[in-house]
């Protein structure tokens, strides 16, 4: 039986119609009607978290690996503004939340009731569309109940994958539930004729063609949304430099050629995807603004991130890019068509080298494989960066591919020296606070081994992740615990402050282990180099039916000397 709210009906109809198979639901009295109605449907699972802020990243994870909208649906008041976090995280990475909201009827809005604010807008830019049904009782209320559920999930399905906003305000009382099938709904259909990427704008093709340097910048993206496929004809002429957050294998270590010698600036840049990490690329970009930028974006919108922005192609990278590549090839003489797709560079040193013609390509590849030789022969003392490279050796010999995630801040940057596989990671407003919920939230819904490396100020604030019933032994987590914020040990200048350690960077005593035994999760720890391999080999092939947690402790001071040697014995 459903509910007896028609516009709680009207919304579980059309969530059904329009795709939505999956809600993480939070605790509530206000939003129990849609709770009710969306575990009474067979089309749609339900992941119950407390957590609002956690359920909301744990929807944003599923979001990832599914490749398609999450509902999170969530009780009036200040719940809903526990969300916001992650859909502005998730609007950066353009992953789809439909936020659903009970609310208290608007009479109340503002007259001191419990749980009671303005909740229309409450998400502000971070959600391309926010709509509050109305409680119908008429054939015209009902009539546009139903028109704005369908504007709002066409909306999530964009290619670009904007956020949604549903807000339901529910009289009492909540709890009749009397309907024995849902209403048969209008179902309002967008239809969009694939744009031809064939008619790439002549003056791109032509900076490009003039450049003597140029560089193809790829930032985060989904693997989902950029499959394998011939781009030699782009690629084989130009430098490519991603870290591991693009899906193109082994990270091209350009953040140590920058730090070490940087090769003269280029004369065109084609920006393509979302966020980089490294701040030397931002600055080595941003240094010549004679550079002829050209971004590539799903939403067209003015991203102007290395200010020499010169135009914009609106359309999906993949398409894009094969577009370019294909009319590069057919003017002929551009690239050696044997470099293939960017994986296929030469970053392992122990496989020759082949130069196309190109004297800028030549010398960036000549740096960018000393800087691979570096980083395979360089051999940090323990500290977390020995951690990460030992941990992404294991991955990479493991016969299953799993899926990792790396939390913000340090452990992202060792995953840009060590990590041979792409990464996720909540890079889109960079925040730490909901690193682990998405990880779990990932492993919900792709259900294959997911890795999760994370530091401890990031785990301990997101600790409620784990306060998950759902959760099983496909979720893997590796600790990086170092007794404080080790980011800002290499903060130049902040040293200087007595407030450092304690105030800002969040110096603390704090163990996983309590949080892990009242949470069900196996505990290892480690404290040294033997314990750590073990520990590592343990997280990586262990049986379990809970999640399973690696907490490794090192020192800030032994982490930043061995990042600095790493830096300073760098020779190119």
Request: aromatic share 8%; proline share 6%.
């Amino acid at each position: 039986m459903y509910s007896s709210k028609e516009n709680v009906n009207i919304l579980t109809s059309l969530l059904v119609a329009h795709g939505i198979r999956h809600a993480v639901v939070c605790p509530g009295s206000r939003n129990a009607p849609i709770v009710h109605n969306l575990n009474e449907c067979p089309d749609i699972t339900c992941h119950p978290v407390t957590d609002e802020r956690s359920a909301a990243f744990c929807a944003l994870g599923m979001a990832q690996a599914l490749d398609q909208p999450v509902a999170i649906c969530v009780t009036s008041g200040s719940a809903l503004l526990n969300v916001a976090p992650a859909v502005a995280e998730a609007h950066y990475q353009h992953q789809s939340l439909v936020v659903i909201s009970a609310d208290r009827p608007q009479a109340w809005i503002g007259q001191l009731d419990g749980q009671t604010l303005q909740q229309p807008g409450a998400l502000g830019p971070w959600v391309a569309l926010s709509v509050t049904l109305p409680e119908p009782a008429t054939d015209v209320e009902r009539w546009h109940c139903n028109r704005l559920v369908n504007q709002a999930l066409l909306e999530a399905w964009c290619d670009h994958r904007p956020c949604v906003h549903i807000n339901v305000p529910i009289s009492e009382p909540l709890f009749q539930f009397t309907m024995e099938s849902l209403p048969a709904e209008r179902v309002v259909s967008r239809f969009i004729v694939a744009a031809d990427y064939d008619c790439i704008p002549q003056q791109l093709v032509d900076d490009l063609i003039a450049a003597s340097r140029p560089v193809v910048v790829m930032g985060q993206m989904s693997p989902h949304r950029f499959e394998s496929a011939d781009y030699s004809g782009l690629f084989g002429r130009v430098v490519v430099l991603h870290e591991a957050l693009a899906p193109y294998g082994r990270v091209s270590h350009f953040d140590e050629v920058l730090a070490a010698a940087p090769p003269p600036s280029p004369d065109f840049v084609l920006y393509v995807g979302d966020a980089v990490v490294s701040k030397r690329l931002k600055h080595f970009l941003r240094s010549n603004v004679e550079a002829r930028t050209w971004r590539v974006s799903a939403t067209g919108e003015v991203e102007d991130t290395f200010q020499n922005l010169r135009g914009i192609i609106m359309g999906d990278a993949e398409s894009v890019i094969a577009a370019l590549s294909r009319k590069l090839g057919r003017l002929g003489g551009l690239g050696d068509s044997s470099f293939g797709r960017l994986g296929k560079l030469p970053h392992q040193p122990t496989k020759p080298l082949t130069y196309p013609a190109t004297n800028y390509r030549r010398q960036w590849l000549q740096l960018l494989t000393k800087a691979a030789d570096h980083c395979c022969a360089f051999q940090p003392e323990y500290s977390q960066m020995a951690v990460v490279k030992y941990f992404e050796e294991q991955v990479g010999q493991m016969p299953d591919a799993p899926q990792v995630h790396y939390a913000n801040s340090s452990a992202i940057r060792l995953a840009n020296i060590y990590a041979s596989h792409h990464v996720w990671c909540n890079r889109g407003v960079n925040g730490i606070e909901g690193s682990l919920s998405t990880a779990a939230g990932f492993s919900l819904a792709g259900r294959t081994l997911t890795l999760c490396v994370i530091g401890d100020l990031s785990f301990f604030y997101d600790q409620n992740a784990l306060w998950n019933t759902c959760l099983d032994g496909n979720l893997r987590i590796l600790l990086l615990n170092n007794g404080t914020g080790g980011i800002f040990t290499r903060l130049p200048g902040l040293e200087q402050s007595p407030a450092r350690d304690s105030l800002v960077a969040g110096q603390h005593h704090t163990s996983a282990r309590g949080i892990c035994e009242q949470n069900g999760v196996t505990y290892i720890e480690a404290h040294d180099t033997d314990d750590m391999k073990r520990g590592i080999d343990r997280l990586l092939s262990v049986n379990a039916s809970r999640p399973v947690l690696l907490e490794v402790f090192t020192t800030a001071a032994d982490d930043q000397r061995a990042l600095g040697l790493y830096y300073t014995t760098l020779q190119v």
